[in-house]
Structures are given as C-alpha cells and as structure tokens.
C-alpha cells in the first residue's frame, strides 16, 4: 500500500475535505471580554491522517476583518526501519509556516527534520536532525494556492 498523494508537503487536498474554523481566543477569554486584539481572530485548520504513513496539518489565522495573517502547511511520516536486524522507527517533519504581511510578503521558513529512535529506549540511540531554510517563491506560491482553496471551501 502506497502513502496517498495527498500527504506531502503542499499536494492538492483531497476533495472531501471539509475545513474546521474556530476562534484564536478561547472560550474563557471571549466570555470574560479578555482576549483583547485577537478576540475577532479565526484558525482554519485541516487535519489529515493515515496511520500507517503520517498526517497532514495545514492551519491558517484570519483577523477580525478576514485577512490573512498566517498559514502553514506541515506533514509528519513515521516509518519502520529494520538496518541490520535492528529495528527503529525514522520520523519525518517537514512545513512551510509563517506571517503574511500587508503588502503580501511572507515572512516564513521551511523547516525539515528528522528523529530515529531504536526499539531498545535508549537515549543514547536517538538521532535528531534539522534543517532549516527560506521557502522559495514557488513554494509561496504552492502554499497561498492550498490557503486559498482552503478559505474557498468555507464560503
């Protein structure tokens, strides 16, 4: 069985998916009349996942006016490995995330890392390794093209 297309980093969504909106400021700090300038503020995520291959978040931050704030996307891929006999489990990060200022400027990084943990627990055998960049105009692109189909699915 193969990973389906839609968990990489900025692939199509799938059709079906239906996105979830819900305030920025919690319940208690709009009850309360204490969320200040984020009181008016939305998160738009989407959650995606297939347990044998990873998950998928993308996540995105209105103001009050429904301007774009912030967005990102981020998969997760867990795999098994067996080198030599030796069983591990390799986990993949990747995202592209960060501010979009008012003139359209994004302001982000595209992050790529990698844990490998063996099956023994031992913390002497764990592998971290992160890499960090600023994402190309074509992965800007790529991720205002998923944001906006996102927000074109909530009207």
């Known amino acids: ?11 199509p969504l799938p059709h079906d998916v239906v996105p979830q909106r819900k305030p920025v400021a919690s319940a208690q700090q709009l009850a309360d009349g204490t969320a200040g300038p984020i009181a008016g503020w939305q998160s738009i995520t989407v959650n995606l996942s297939e347990p044998d291959f990873g998950l ?8 009050e006016q429904g301007r774009l704030l912030a967005g990102g996307d981020h998969v997760m ?3 098994e490995t067996t080198p030599d006999g030796d069983e591990a489990t390799v986990t993949d990060h990747e995202s592209i995330g960060g501010r979009f ?17 063996s099956a023994d627990d031992d913390e002497n055998s764990v592998t971290r390794s992160a890499q960090h960049r600023r994402p190309s105009p074509e992965e800007i692109a790529e991720l205002r093209r998923i944001i906006d189909d996102v927000l074109n699915r909530l009207r």
């Open 101 to 117: 200022e008012e003139d359209g400027d994004f302001r982000g990084t595209h992050w790529k890392a990698t844990l490998e943990t």
């Open 1 to 11: 069985m193969a990973a389906p297309p839609w968990l990489s980093l900025l692939a």
């Open 77 to 79: 891929f867990v795999r």
């Open 56 to 63: 998928r978040h993308v996540q995105i931050t209105l103001d």
